[in-house]
């Protein structure tokens, strides 16, 4: 499951806009010259790594950790992987022509900075992978892999979709291969090409193992296809199927996730916690129980466990999440520090080459500039037209004053015609607003009450503005205007 969920308010900021500085922009980050030899990365290789210090492992990891864990979703422990990287940065300084040493580090520094939020190892993951690459130029599924775990982890969905359809080609019927091209797709809103990635995943023979990280992604796109019921058996089912206290809490915290999304708080936060005890570094966990425990009033241990999760890791969308939970609270100076905390993680992610224009895209329609969200989101929507680009460009148009426009992207993430299967409260609430705005009550009404029907936690500051516009649009009347009531389904 994407462990970065994040549902933005919707208040409008009490003063002027303010734009956040174009350095904020997406940074694209160089590859290395075609030249490039394994001798010169040497150098390159960082004697002790800067980010937040994981104690080292007992032992040595199990083989099986390079292989799975590092890019093919077969969740691992950090301080196994931190051991990993740093055997790895030792076999490449002894056997500096090894292209298989060069792809597992490499894939290990992409998974090492997406668990801890650190997107300083994303260039030294590029760098080892292409190496990789020049040391063996063909049928290096390893490095191919690696730089398909690599674009996934810094939202480059083109990019992963190259990669990883290159790699199937070299070496067609790995089951590993299949999981980053769904994700690849999903991202790209491609979600036939995602369901037929999943088919032919399913008919792979797979060794027991590996099985609950293919009914992981398997859950993953039935989420998508709003079979809520099962996306939890598969998840569920592959907790109980993990051989590794790290890999159960993954998909506990999946579980977790999926509750959420439908309100039931209490199952939500029995399965975060439960992952947490597994696992103190699963990363979708502790924001996840934050979330949890302010939709249940418990304001105070709220606030208390997005402060422990934004120490360990500090993720953008967490930020804004616990800016509009202080916001919501009336404390707006500390959501303007949690806001300004944001801006500052964004521009260090973007600097190791991660595309952040959708979070920012939704910060700025909320709490700044729509201007500039609909200027970034409609970029990000011609180079990956995702569900997520569709609902956050319609909203920002929204913001902006352009409903007409607006409901076209709110509509393609809303309708399962048009690819918008996933039952999200956000997009409904999205979609009933804008409706609301076009005076189209009927179907307004409709899709606020959806919304709360989903999950009457979702956000913070949407929740009263949807309620309160039900209130104003008050009961239908008896039998409607004519066609009303059933337009638009979605």
Known sequence: ?????????????????????????????????????????????????????????????????????????????????????????????????????????????????????DAADYPRADRALRTSLEVRATRNTGALDGLTALALARRDFPAAKRYGEEALKAAPKRWSAYPPLIDAYTGLGDHKAAQRSLDELLRVRT????????????????????????????????????????????????????????GDLADALRHFEAALRLDPD??????GRARTLAALGRTTQALDGYR??????????????????????????LAAEQYARLRSAVGRAV????????????????????????????DEWRRQPGTEVADALGWALHRAGEDEEALTYASAATDRTKGGGVLSALYSFHRGVIEGGLDRYGPA???????LRINPYFSPLGVPVARSALRTLGEPPPGGPPGEEGAEGG
């Not at 699963?282 to 924001?287: G, I, K, R």
């Not at 600097?351 to 409609?378: C, K, M, N, Q």
């Open 445 to 451: 009404r409709r899709h606020l009450e959806e919304a």
């Open 1 to 117: 499951m994407n462990d970065r969920l994040c549902e933005p308010g919707t208040s409008r900021p009490a003063g002027p806009p303010h734009r956040t500085r174009r350095v904020l922009r997406r940074v694209l980050v160089t590859a290395l010259a075609g030249g490039v030899v394994a001798g010169a990365v040497l150098t390159l290789l960082p004697r002790e790594h800067p980010g937040p210090a994981v104690p080292p492992a007992a032992g040595p990891p199990p083989p099986a950790l390079a292989p799975t864990s590092v890019t093919y979703g077969v969740p691992a422990a950090l301080p196994g992987l931190t051991a990993l990287v740093a055997r790895q940065e030792q076999r490449v300084r002894e056997r500096p022509r090894d292209a298989q040493a060069w792809a597992v580090l490499g894939s290990a520094y992409a998974e090492r900075g997406r668990r801890t939020g």
């Open 351 to 378: 600097a190791g080459g991660v595309d952040e224009e959708l979070l920012i895209g939704r910060f700025e329609a909320d709490h700044g500039d729509a201007a500039d969200a609909v200027e970034r989101l409609r």
């Open 308 to 333: 422990a999760a934004l120490a360990r890791q500090p993720d953008p969308a967490v930020l804004l999440e616990l800016g509009e939970l202080y916001e919501s609270l009336g404390q707006g100076n």
């Open 282 to 287: 699963q990363p979708a966990a502790p924001a």
């Open 207 to 262: 060794a027991a193992e590996v099985r609950p990280a293919v009914m992981a992604r398997a859950a993953a796109v039935y989420r998508d296809r709003g079979w809520r019921e099962d996306a939890v058996a598969q998840l569920t089912d592959a907790a109980a199927a993990a051989r590794t206290p790290a890999e159960r809490a993954a998909w506990l915290a999946g579980v977790g996730q999926l509750a959420w999304e439908r």
